[in-house]
Structure formats: structure tokens, C-alpha cells
């Protein structure tokens, strides 16, 4: 018994129980974690570039680009498999795997810390992108996103080329996920622009804190400027210690890192059939596709949407948190247990109200669920004396530039901010523990008073219970969101073969199975099909050219991006249409076959999960 319990008291067998606990979790519910039509998606790009279709000239969609990442591992199941039967669960294991590691590099990366280590590490792996386990934009750019911090972190402690260019390369990855995240290389290069002109910033610092100075002690000699630059860096330490990120040769080295995935993604896009003519001539067709539309969404709608869900985090008061912070940066004593106590009795009531809404909300996936440890965190590190400002540079703020940016660029507003927070979440757990040890450390002071003392066990318990709070939340609310379904059937054929669906979803799936294996039988393999329906894993059953710009679609069918898609390209116009409803919806139909009219001349036929429309000629 002893020597388990001192076993147990080892980190690394904490980790791998604590790893193999959650991996369990994952497994439980990789089977059964609902069906969102953005996982399908995912695979639907690389599947019509592995069957002849190009980037940018048939497929308008802008997650488009992150099948670079998705191509491999389709490619190998197809040519495996044959087809794209069972590719669902493939790829789940594929990302899980992908997951795992990454949880597995966060532990060894900060393994000295000990048991801190492993609360990084299980933060960050407890959480599955929008409740899907699927290779997209999204987990691609939060597992770089981390990587990249790794990777600064790592160059902060030793330089290494190598290191330098694979930062280069999580960056590159970043940009391929979201384009837009490629002004954060600009910014980098203002960064280091100023950098170098730092000592003329100090001295003018310095010289404005003088401002009783005559003109002629205003003239500093070049020893006065040498000792106000020591007494800037009194005040500013360790700044020369971040010189190794904005010398020529980091930019030159990080560059490279960057050029190295510009360049594989070059090759990708034209060895797939890609064009220089249809990058250029489908530009607008790109901006104005989006279910969100960018070529018409406007910057002042950004803005109300941005004070909208402001408003909504601050659970409908606006003033609390922005207040909130105000009060601590003022406040002189926020070092005091007791006021450290209050402040984080404040933040730990708000977690909860917060958490409490969003699974009551009915728009909750529209919120950050890693926002209440975020914000915790945050002040944390605000009420801790000796900062780990290490971290907060190398993690923190990428992570907060990160989240900026990839809110501005994606549609699903703040839980794409959500996505991103899990990174800087992993550093708010250094920030959390090290505000933990310096309440322990002044509640052991004799200059404490018995409340500040008193304090302190309450402190240690706020913080561990948020901890766990978020923990809990990820896992049973927000990662899966359901229990296993009772009297669910094992799916044996098509894309989604090996996992579990309900008895509706099992009944309406082999419907569907039916209707295009018809389909399949009357048509010729390079018989262009459109689908018009929520389930794009269709497109991967029924094996046939896609006659559409997207398989995602905002609800139904664009006609006019339709229209101007077969003008694009006429190789794509439809020789069968096929309406998919599973409860026979006669509105829908009727709908989507009176605006189809407009463009085709058909003969309309009735199938078991919807109708399939047989074009005779265009009318356009």
C-alpha cells in the first residue's frame, strides 16, 4: 500500500492516470457526440479535390484552404477503403490522436512544475473544438496557435534555429486556417521595428518622468543617457532577455518557418488543379460565398454584434467586468489576502452565472466557454506580486492577438474566441497556482492581520474550485452535451459506419442510403449531382461530381451564387437534383423546387427520404 501510495504521489503516473482518465472520456463519447454538419463539411473539400475538382474554381467556401491539413488523411482512407465509407470515424481517431499528443507535449514541456503541469495539460485536452473531434480550421489554428507558444517559450530559454523556423511553420499554419491572421506578421515587424529603436524610447521616458529639468539638463551626454537606460531597465527588467525574437536573424529564421508551409500550400493548391486565372477571377465569389457574407457585412454591423455579445458576457451589465478591472489596477493594498479574497470571491460568483446562463441559453453555442477561467486567470495574474511575465508575452498575449483576429475573420462569433482562449487558458493555470503560493507565502508573514490569514484557505479553495468548475463544464456541458442514447443502432454503411445514431437518425440515414444508391444506379459516374440539404456526407456516399459551390450552405440553397457558379463553370450544371427531407416537408420542397424551376427544366420523381428532380435542359 505504501509503496502505491508513493508511486501515486509521482507526477508522471498522475499525468498518465489523469491522460488515460480523459482519453477514456473522449473514446465513451467518440462514438456517439452528436452529428454537426460543419464535421462533414470538413471532409466533403479534400474528398472533391481527390475526385478532380479544384481549389478556388469550384469550391467557393473560405475553410477551403484547411483541407491542406485534411487531404492526407482522407487520402489515405479512400485509397484504403475504396470509398468513403466509415471516414467519419477515421478521421475522429485521427484528430484524437493529433490531441492527444498535444496534451501529452504540454506536459513535458512544463513537467518541472509538477502537478501544475498536469492541470495545463488536462485544461487544454479536456476541451474538443465545437463538440466535433474533426481536422478543421478551427483545431488546426488553436493546436498551431499552442505550438507557436511553445515555441517562443523554448527560444526565451535556448536559441535554436530549428526552433526559430518551427515557430515559423505553427505561424504559417495559423495563416493557411485563418488569412486574416497574417497581419499579425506585420504587426511583428513593428514590433521589432520599434524594438530596435528602444533605447531612444527610454531616454525620452525618462527624460518626460524629468519634467522640472532645464534646457541645458534636458542635453543628456551620452553617460546620463547609459544611466537612465539602467534605470529604465530598473524599472522595465528583462528586457534584453527578449532580444532573441526581433534580431535580423529570428526574422529571417521565423520567415523561412513561414515560407516553408506558403510554399507547400502552393504546391497543394495547383498540384490539385489550382490556377492563377481562378484565384483572380473568383475573388469576389470567395468574399460574397461565405454563409456570413464579408463582401457585405459591414464594419459598424461587426462593431454592434462585438457590443451585443459584450453585453451578453457581462450577463447583461456592461460595466461589471471593464469596472471590476478598473478597481484592481487602482487599488494600492490588492496584495492584501483579504483584498485579494474579495476580488476573486467576485470573479469565482460571476464564473458561475456565467456558466449557468450558457447552458440555460438558447443561443449557447454562440458563447466562449473558456471564458470564465480566462477572465479568472487574468486577474490572477493582475494580483500576483512576482509575475510570470515570461509566460504572459510568450503566451498570453499571442493567444489574446489570436483571438482577436480569428473573431474578426469567423461567423460563429464569440465561441470562435472560445476556441482560442483554451491556449491562453494553459498559461492562466501557471497564473492561478502562482498567485496560490504568494497567499501562502503572506498568510505564513507576520505583517498579515488574522483576516488576511483567515483568507488565505478560502483563496486556495476559490481557486482550486474554479479550476475544476471549468473542467467540469468542458466536459459534461459544452464538450459532449449528451448522454449515450438509449436504444441506439450501430450504423453499418455509408460515412458515419461505426458510430451510434438514434432511432430516428438511424431510420432517416438509411432512408437517405436508399434514395442515392437510386440515384447511383440511374446515373453515369460523371453525372454532376446537386444536393440541396443540411447533410453534405451525402456528397461522400454518392460518389458523383459535386454540382455545387459548397456543401455548406445558411439554411438552403443560393440561387444566385448557383446562377453564377454554372456560369463559372457549365461542366457543373446538375443532370439530378436531389431535395432531401426526411419528414416529407411539402413547404420545403415545393420552396426549393419553384426556385429551381427558374434555372432547369425537370421531371420530378418521389423517393423514401425526399425528391429527386431529373434535368431535361437549363433555362438559364
Not at 332 to 350: D, E, G, T
Amino acid at each position: 500500500m505504501s509503496i502505491l501510495i508513493k508511486k501515486l504521489k509521482n507526477t508522471d503516473v498522475l499525468f498518465v492516470i489523469s491522460l488515460l482518465l480523459v482519453l477514456l472520456i473522449h473514446l465513451f463519447f467518440l462514438f456517439i457526440i452528436p452529428f454537426f454538419h460543419d464535421e462533414s463539411h470538413y471532409a466533403t473539400v479534400p474528398f472533391r479535390v481527390l475526385n478532380g475538382d479544384s481549389l478556388i474554381q469550384h469550391e467557393w467556401h473560405l475553410t477551403q484552404f484547411a483541407s491542406l491539413f485534411s487531404f492526407l488523411p482522407v487520402s489515405i482512407w479512400t485509397a484504403i477503403k475504396g470509398s468513403a465509407d466509415g471516414i467519419f470515424i477515421f478521421l475522429r481517431c485521427v484528430y484524437l490522436s493529433i490531441h492527444t499528443t498535444i496534451a501529452v507535449l504540454i506536459y513535458r514541456f512544463f513537467r518541472k512544475n509538477g502537478k501544475c503541469a498536469i492541470m495545463a495539460s488536462m485544461i487544454f485536452y479536456v476541451q474538443i473544438t465545437y463538440r466535433i473531434q474533426a481536422i478543421s480550421y478551427q483545431s488546426v489554428f488553436v493546436v498551431s496557435l499552442l505550438l507557436l507558444s511553445l515555441c517562443l517559450l523554448s527560444i526565451y530559454q535556448k536559441k535554436s534555429t530549428r526552433t526559430y523556423i518551427f515557430a515559423g511553420i505553427c505561424f504559417g499554419c495559423c495563416c493557411v486556417c485563418n488569412p486574416l491572421f497574417c497581419l499579425a506578421f506585420v504587426l511583428y515587424l513593428l514590433v521589432c521595428a520599434l524594438w530596435t529603436k528602444r533605447d531612444v524610447l527610454i531616454i525620452k521616458v525618462m527624460e518626460f518622468k524629468t519634467s522640472r529639468k532645464t534646457e541645458k539638463e534636458k542635453k543628456l551626454t551620452k553617460k546620463q543617457k547609459r544611466e537612465q537606460k539602467q534605470q529604465m531597465n530598473d524599472v522595465f527588467p528583462n528586457m534584453e532577455n527578449y532580444n532573441c525574437f526581433f534580431t535580423k536573424e529570428a526574422i529571417l529564421r521565423f520567415t523561412c518557418g513561414i515560407l516553408i508551409v506558403a510554399i507547400i500550400a502552393v504546391i497543394y493548391f495547383f498540384l490539385t488543379g489550382g490556377t492563377i486565372e481562378s484565384v483572380f477571377g473568383n475573388i469576389e465569389n470567395l468574399l460574397g460565398s461565405s454563409e456570413y457574407d464579408i463582401a457585405s457585412n459591414s464594419v459598424f454591423s461587426k462593431i454592434g454584434q462585438t457590443i451585443e455579445y459584450f453585453s451578453k458576457a457581462n450577463l447583461g451589465m456592461p460595466w461589471i467586468l471593464p469596472l471590476l478591472f478598473i478597481v484592481i489596477l487602482v487599488d494600492k493594498k490588492k496584495k492584501k489576502n483579504a483584498h485579494r479574497f474579495a476580488y476573486l470571491i467576485i470573479l469565482a460568483l460571476w464564473s458561475v452565472v456565467f456558466m449557468v446562463i450558457l447552458v440555460l441559453s438558447a443561443e449557447f453555442k454562440m458563447f466562449a466557454a473558456s471564458l470564465p477561467f480566462f477572465v479568472f486567470s487574468t486577474v490572477c495574474y493582475l494580483l500576483t506580486e512576482s509575475k510570470n511575465k515570461t509566460l504572459f508575452n510568450c503566451m498570453y498575449i499571442p493567444c489574446s492577438i489570436a483571438a482577436v483576429f480569428h473573431y474578426l475573420a469567423a461567423d460563429t462569433h464569440l465561441a470562435a474566441i472560445g476556441v482560442v482562449l483554451a491556449v491562453g487558458n494553459v498559461a492562466g493555470v501557471f497564473f492561478a497556482t502562482d498567485l496560490y503560493k504568494e497567499i501562502r507565502a503572506a498568510s505564513d508573514g507576520d505583517n498579515e492581520t488574522i483576516v488576511d490569514k483567515d483568507s488565505y484557505t478560502w483563496c486556495r479553495k476559490i481557486i482550486i474550485a474554479t479550476f475544476c468548475l471549468q473542467i467540469l463544464f468542458y466536459c459534461v456541458f459544452y464538450t459532449y452535451g449528451q448522454l449515450p442514447i438509449k436504444g441506439a443502432s450501430k450504423v453499418t454503411t455509408g460515412p458515419y459506419a461505426g458510430l451510434y445514431m438514434s432511432e430516428e437518425q438511424y431510420t432517416n440515414y438509411n432512408n437517405a442510403i436508399k434514395d442515392l444508391d437510386y440515384i447511383k444506379n440511374i446515373s453515369k459516374e460523371d453525372a454532376p449531382v446537386l444536393i440541396a440539404t443540411y447533410e453534405n456526407w451525402m456528397y461522400l456516399y454518392i460518389d458523383r461530381p459535386m454540382a455545387t459551390y459548397t456543401t455548406w450552405y445558411r439554411g438552403s440553397l443560393d440561387i444566385n451564387q448557383l446562377t453564377a457558379y454554372y456560369k463559372e463553370n457549365p461542366e457543373k450544371r446538375p443532370e439530378y437534383i436531389y431535395i432531401e427531407s426526411p419528414k416529407f416537408n411539402e413547404t420545403l420542397i415545393q420552396n426549393t423546387t419553384n426556385e429551381l424551376s427558374s434555372m432547369f427544366n425537370f421531371t420530378k420523381e418521389e423517393l423514401s427520404n425526399g425528391v429527386l428532380l431529373k434535368v431535361n435542359g437549363n433555362t438559364i
